[in-house]
T-cell receptor
């Protein structure tokens, strides 16, 4: 139980284009999903908290117009990186909270490379 | 501001050589402390949640303990398949609901 998937697992895009990453909870409904970014040998940094049916809450320093988050259903949240630049290259990981519990279950991550 | 510090940064053990990983934390009010395992190129895999000082949890060769300032992840008789990065995270009461603050992890390598 508590399986979270992400698609795609890897994506390469050209500078200036937009990329959409999907995060799905496969066997449970997630009212809250989270988006993280991880640099090599660094900690996971929370980018935003996504609640179903409402606007995402962004962490300080994260540009909400650049990283668009949509949580249209209880099993799907999407992160769109708009006008991507090489500095946006990173490992993006989503997580979902099971019910009202405290644990977060993570997806396998998406490696984004912007050329 | 919540902070999590993990040590050592890297640890190399021989198969069967038990050891402990440390997670020191400062948080305004601890709601929960979490341990995750992360393999290269993968997302973190949930291991344990600890809520109060004195609490212990076990899973196979792993045992997590918690005090008011730190948590330990004890690995007993490790095997090569235990090689991974182990992440510690804290969740505080108040603020952004469910926000996790992560440490930078301990990279564990278990050799034959």
């Amino acid at each position: 139980g508590a399986v979270v998937s992400q698609h795609p697992s890897r994506v390469i895009c050209k500078s200036g284009t937009s990329v959409k990453i999907e995060c799905r909870s496969l066997d449970f409904q997630a009212t809250t999903m989270f988006w993280y970014r991880q640099f090599p040998k660094k900690s996971l940094m929370l980018m935003a908290t996504s609640n179903e049916g409402s606007k995402a809450t962004y962490e300080q320093g994260v540009e909400k117009d650049k990283f668009l988050i949509n949580h249209a259903s209880l099993t799907l949240s999407t992160l769109t990186v708009t006008s991507a630049h090489p500095e946006d290259s990173s490992f993006y990981i989503c997580s979902a909270r099971l019910g009202t519990g405290h644990e977060q279950y993570f997806g396998p991550g998406t490696r984004l490379t912007v050329t | 501001e919540d902070q999590v510090t993990q040590s050592p940064e890297a640890l190399r053990l021989q198969e069967g050589e038990s050891s402990s990983l440390n997670c020191s934390y400062t948080v305004s009010g601890l709601r929960g402390l979490f341990w995750y395992r992360q393999d290269p190129g993968k997302g973190p895999e949930f291991l344990f949640t600890l809520y109060s000082a004195g609490e212990e949890k076990e899973k196979e060769r792993l045992k997590a303990t918690l005090t008011k300032k730190e948590s330990f992840l004890h690995i007993t008789a490790p095997k090569p398949e235990d090689s991974a990065t182990y992440l510690c995270a804290v969740q505080a009461w108040g603020g952004t609901a469910s926000k996790l603050t992560f440490g930078t992890g301990t990279r564990l390598q278990v050799t034959l």
